[in-house]
Nanobody, 118 residues
Framework: QVQLVESGGGLVQPGGSLRLSCAAS????????MGWYRQAPGKERDLVATITNSGRTNYGDSLKGRFTISRDGAKNTVYLQMNSLQPEDTSVYYC????????????WGLGTQVTVSS
């Protein structure tokens, strides 16, 4: 099993920045990719960004350029740097890990609230 713990959410003004962190523990040897999804009230959970163990990244539509995902393999931690935040970025942000050798394959953190408001 894999456990994920997010941190770094909060309230920020439009145009501001936040950095989210997600630390993985447990069967970390089995993780092939980690990332972030977000879900606003009444909406589906959408991809923000993912990063593989080899460093390959993938971003949701229109987020690349404002958001940057990175990882620290030694700390089993993935980060999401979010710049130029706008009110429409307000969501609960969930950390995600994919572990193809385990069952289940997909793991989620409890989420961290990001609110962009003046």
């Amino acid at each position: 099993q894999v456990q994920l713990v997010e941190s770094g959410g909060g309230l920020v003004q439009p145009g501001g920045s936040l950095r989210l962190s997600c630390a993985a523990s447990g069967s970390i040897f089995a993780i092939s990719a980690m990332g972030w999804y977000r879900q606003a009230p009444g909406k589906e959970r959408d991809l923000v960004a993912t990063i593989t163990n080899s460093g390959r990244t993938n971003y949701g539509d229109s987020l690349k350029g404002r958001f940057t995902i990175s990882r620290d393999g030694a700390k089993n931690t993935v980060y999401l740097q979010m710049n130029s935040l706008q009110p429409e970025d307000t969501s609960v942000y969930y950390c995600y890990a994919k572990a193809p050798l385990l069952h289940p394959v997909d793991y989620w953190g409890l989420g961290t609230q990001v609110t962009v408001s003046s």
